[in-house]
Structures are given as structure tokens and as C-alpha cells.
């Protein structure tokens, strides 16, 4: 018998469907609500809304499991490289070695960017910020690319060729705001050496791609690639839900992802830490703040909406970290004051009663700015590895029989009716 979920309004009991998922998640289907009751629910920011059914990602946040199509995150981080990730994520399996092989010659094939791209960098003001140029240049594709994506192999391509493209982009735009040659991306490197390559060669300086910091650009984007309906997920499949084009869905989800309660933690940690160091490391003094009702700082890097223990991710990255720091032989204050940040927030009774661990942004700065990245360009690599989720989001929900346009409803509080004044009697 299918399981029912009873609710009494004004003394008249309806029954809601149950719908349960695969790990035994429980959710009321209150689809038919407002047209049976004439009520409908109220859920600011959406913690208790399932917006779609997905099978790509499932995240336990009581006991901070993620996985990706089934498989735990530690074994990707441990086997996987980032393209077979991303082909995990956007085809439900793990490809062949022929897949592989042939995913890796459109990525290659797909890699340049038109030239003319490249007057638009130029015309930004110079102070841009790179989401802002990054956003702006995704949507831009679609002018390059206007092509509708109407069989299975012109969507493959679409997908592929964003996959690619905005990791040249995010290059591009790195080099162009350092006022330096544009570096193309080279047929005989793999995804991730390219995009080093493309950031770091110059003229003067050849770049030879280092293998563990290959390694480590890998598991960074491994870690990124998915995390069910975030918030710049959920963006994506909003704007995507109007049927717009997927360049402008992911166009939408980078512009989401910039705010620094989301991907934009990840250079705000960075910029806390600097701010700890200048006022002379009081780490107590942060965590005081932090509790502070009156005060609006939050330590960035800390908590999440669904993870309520150690964020998965982040053990791996506080791993990757140490690793990280200790091949390129860099010792970073930054770290030592991250780590005896984490030591005194995680004993302290409010961090534990909101129970408010380090996420993934937490050490992920470090990592980058190890690895040479500038501040300012990490939540452009977020970006980048989140592009795998956003598409196959993207396409899951384009697939799903149960799409509807995305419309929230509201509750009015503003002004009761009134009539409109003449402008002299105002
Ligand atoms: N520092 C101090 N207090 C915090 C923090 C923090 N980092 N995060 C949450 N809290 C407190 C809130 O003040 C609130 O306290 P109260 O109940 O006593 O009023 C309580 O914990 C719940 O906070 P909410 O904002 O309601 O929690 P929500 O689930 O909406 O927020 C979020 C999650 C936005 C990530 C929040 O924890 C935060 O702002 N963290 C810092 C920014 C950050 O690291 N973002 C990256 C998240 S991971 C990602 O997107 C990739």
C-alpha cells in the first residue's frame, strides 16, 4: 500500500503521497496542495524543498557522505581523473576505455575559443572581476554557437564543448588581465596540464606541467564537480526550466555561484585569514566575532546548509593540503593560522551547538594559492569544476517527465489596495 502523509487544516484531514528515495529519504508530494487545500507551504531559502527527483548525487549530511553516481567520493578522489568524472556524472556510468579515449579527442578538438573572443576580454574594465567576465562570456557561446540542440549528438557536443571552452576562457582571461600573450591549449596534455599550461606558460618562462600539482588540480575539481540542488545548481535549473539555452542556464549558475555564502567562501576564507594575520593572529578574537549576534562576520569556510558534521570534502582537501605544501616545500602562515582556527572553533560550544564544521572552502584556498592561482581567479576553478554538475543537471531536468516551469508562489504582506494619486495630490 503507498504510504500517506495526513494533514488537518480546519478540521478536514487531507492525504499527501509519500515519496521515498533510494537511501529511504522521505518527502511529502504536495503537488495537488494548493488546489485541494488552497494553502500552500512557506520554506524561505528551501531547506525542507525537494525541487526535482535526481539520480545523479546523493549527499547524507547527518553523517557526511556524497556520492556521485552511486560512488563515494574518497574512491573518486583516490582513482578518478576529472574528465572521467565529469563523464560519470553527465552519462550515470563510468566510461570505457574507448569512451574515455574518444571524450578526450572532442575536449581536445573543442578547446580553442573563437579569436574574436578574445576582443571582448579586452573590452572589460580592467578592475573586472573574472566570475563577472566568466559569466558574461559563457552566455557569450551561444552567439558563436547558436546551433539548438535537438538530437542526442549535437547535446553531446554542446556539453562537451562547454566542458572545454570555459576552462580556455577561465585561461584567457587570466592572462588577459595580466596584460600577457594568450596561451592555447597544447593537443598532447590532458585537461588538467593544459589548463596549468594555458595559465602559467609564457614566452620567457616555459611552464612543464608538474605531475602532483596535475594530481592536485584533479581531486580539486573532482571534489567540485557535483553537489546536488545547490544554490548555483538550483539556478541553473530555474533559468534552464524556461527551456532558455544551456549557455545561458550555466551562464546563470556561475553568476550564483560568485556570492561568498556559496563559491565565493573559497577566496573569502583567504581574505579572513589575511585579516587574522594582519591583527596580529588573534584566532579568539575571530571566533568572538563570529558568535557575536550584533556582528554580521561569519567565519568563512564554516557550515553548510546540508552537511551537519565534517563536510566529506573537506578532509580530503585538508589532506591534499598538507600534500600540497609539503612537495612545493611552502610553508604558509595562512595554513597554521587555518589550522589552529579550525582546533579552537571546533571546541567551542557554539561551533558544536550549530554544529558547524569546515567545508569544502575551508582549505581549498591554500591550495590554489600554492599552486599559483591568484585569489581573485578561485571561484572561477569552483567554477570549472562545477561545469560536470551544472550539465548534467541541467540535461537530467530537460529529461524529466515531471518538469514544470520553476514558479515559486509567494505570501503578500506589502500595502492593502489603494487608488493611485493625481501627482498634485501626493
Ligand atoms: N560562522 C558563524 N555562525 C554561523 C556560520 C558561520 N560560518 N554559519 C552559520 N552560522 C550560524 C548562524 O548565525 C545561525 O545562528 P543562529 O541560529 O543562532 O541565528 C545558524 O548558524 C544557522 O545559520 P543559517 O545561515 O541559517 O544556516 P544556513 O544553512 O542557511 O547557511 C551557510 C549555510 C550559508 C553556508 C552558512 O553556514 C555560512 O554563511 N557559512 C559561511 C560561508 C561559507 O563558508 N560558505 C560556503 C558553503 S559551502 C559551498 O557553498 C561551496
Known amino acids: 500500500m503507498t504510504e500517506t502523509a495526513k494533514l488537518i487544516i480546519d478540521g478536514k484531514t487531507y492525504e499527501l503521497p509519500v515519496i521515498t528515495g533510494l537511501e529511504n529519504e522521505k518527502a511529502i508530494d504536495i503537488r495537488k496542495l494548493r488546489a485541494e487545500t488552497g494553502y500552500i507551504t512557506y520554506d524561505p531559502g528551501f531547506g525542507n524543498t525537494g525541487s526535482c527527483q535526481s539520480a545523479i548525487t546523493f549527499m547524507d549530511g547527518e553523517n557526511g557522505i556524497l556520492r556521485y553516481r552511486g560512488i563515494p567520493i574518497e574512491q573518486l578522489a583516490e582513482h578518478s581523473t576529472f574528465v572521467e568524472t565529469a563523464y560519470l556524472l553527465i552519462h550515470g556510468s563510468l566510461p570505457t576505455r574507448e569512451e574515455l579515449t574518444n571524450i578526450r579527442v572532442v575536449l581536445n578538438d573543442q578547446s580553442m575559443v573563437h579569436e574574436d573572443m578574445q576582443e571582448f576580454f579586452t573590452n572589460f574594465p580592467s578592475r573586472s572581476h573574472p566570475m563577472n567576465i566568466l559569466s558574461a562570456m559563457v552566455n557569450a557561446l551561444r552567439s558563436f554557437y547558436p546551433e539548438l540542440m535537438t538530437t542526442e549528438e549535437l547535446i553531446e557536443r554542446t556539453m562537451l564543448r562547454l566542458l572545454s571552452k570555459v576552462r580556455t576562457l577561465a585561461a584567457v582571461s587570466y592572462k588577459i588581465s595580466r596584460g600577457h600573450k594568450v596561451v592555447y591549449p597544447r593537443p598532447d596534455y590532458t585537461y588538467c596540464q593544459n589548463f596549468l599550461n594555458m595559465m602559467f606558460d609564457s614566452p620567457v618562462n616555459p611552464y612543464i606541467p608538474d605531475d602532483d600539482l596535475v594530481n592536485a588540480l584533479n581531486l580539486f575539481w573532482i571534489l567540485h564537480a557535483d553537489h546536488e540542488q545547490n544554490c548555483s545548481t538550483a539556478a541553473v535549473r530555474v533559468v534552464g526550466s524556461g527551456r532558455v539555452n544551456i549557455y545561458a542556464s550555466v551562464s546563470a549558475g556561475i553568476a550564483a555561484l560568485w556570492g561568498p555564502l556559496h563559491g565565493g567562501a573559497n577566496q573569502a576564507v583567504i581574505v579572513m585569514l589575511e585579516e587574522i594575520q594582519k591583527n596580529g593572529g588573534d584566532i579568539n578574537k575571530a571566533v568572538a566575532k563570529a558568535k557575536d549576534k550584533n556582528d554580521p562576520f561569519r567565519l568563512m569556510g564554516f557550515g553548510h546548509r546540508v552537511y551537519k558534521t565534517y563536510d566529506p570534502r573537506a578532509k580530503i582537501m585538508k589532506e591534499t593540503c598538507d600534500k600540497v605544501l609539503a612537495k612545493l616545500k611552502i610553508s604558509d602562515p595562512l595554513l597554521d593560522s587555518a589550522r ?14 550549530h554544529n558547524l564544521y569546515p567545508n569544502v572552502d575551508f ?3 591554500i591550495v590554489l594559492k600554492a599552486m599559483g592561482i591568484p ?49 498634485d495630490e501626493r
Open 375 to 423: 585569489t581573485n581567479m578561485f571561484t572561477v576553478m569552483f567554477a570549472i569544476g562545477r561545469l560536470p554538475g551544472w550539465i548534467s543537471q541541467w540535461k537530467e531536468s530537460m529529461d524529466d517527465p515531471h518538469w514544470r516551469l520553476s514558479r515559486p508562489r509567494q505570501i503578500y504582506i506589502g500595502k492593502a489596495k489603494g487608488d493611485y494619486l493625481p501627482i
Open 363 to 365: 582549505y581549498s584556498g
Open 340 to 353: 589552529k582556527l579550525e582546533e579552537v572553533a571546533l571546541k567551542d560550544d557554539y561551533f558544536i551547538d
